[in-house]
Nanobody, 123 residues
Framework: VQLQASGGGLVQAGGSLRLSCAAS????????MGWFRQAPGKEREFVAT????????TYADSVKGRFTISRDNTKSTVYLQMNSLKPEDTAVYFC?????????????????WGQGTQVTVSS
């Protein structure tokens, strides 16, 4: 397994979860990492991305101010801290490894995809 996401679960609205995604060195090194999500019946959508060195982050408007993406290059792991969760955040969350050192909301920039972890927010 090259990308392994974990940390999903069931949480009440207003709660928090922290997702983790461990990647192989080949995927992680020199590449941006991203998080995407897909709710039932909807297309996959961009959530957040972080550049290779961690100095540049981009967020979807829907999560800005509530979610924080970060990475630990010593552990080849990317994180998504999710606070103030809402029922509309319910989805399967996927981590992805980019082809480039700078991230993008465009799915075509990502070469590798994890298996996804379910996040369910109850009202």
């Amino acid at each position: 397994v090259q990308l392994q996401a974990s940390g999903g679960g069931l949480v009440q609205a207003g709660g928090s979860l922290r997702l983790s995604c461990a990647a192989s060195l080949r995927i992680f090194s020199n590449n941006a990492m991203g998080w995407f999500r897909q709710a039932p019946g909807k297309e996959r959508e961009f959530v957040a991305t972080v550049s290779w060195r961690g100095g540049s982050t981009t967020y979807a408007d829907s999560v800005k101010g509530r979610f924080t993406i970060s990475r630990d290059n010593t552990k080849s792991t990317v994180y998504l801290q999710m606070n103030s969760l809402k029922p509309e955040d319910t989805a399967v969350y996927f981590c992805a490894g980019s082809r480039y050192p700078i991230g993008s909301p465009d799915t075509s920039h990502y070469r590798y995809w994890g298996q996804g972890t379910q996040v369910t927010v109850s009202s």
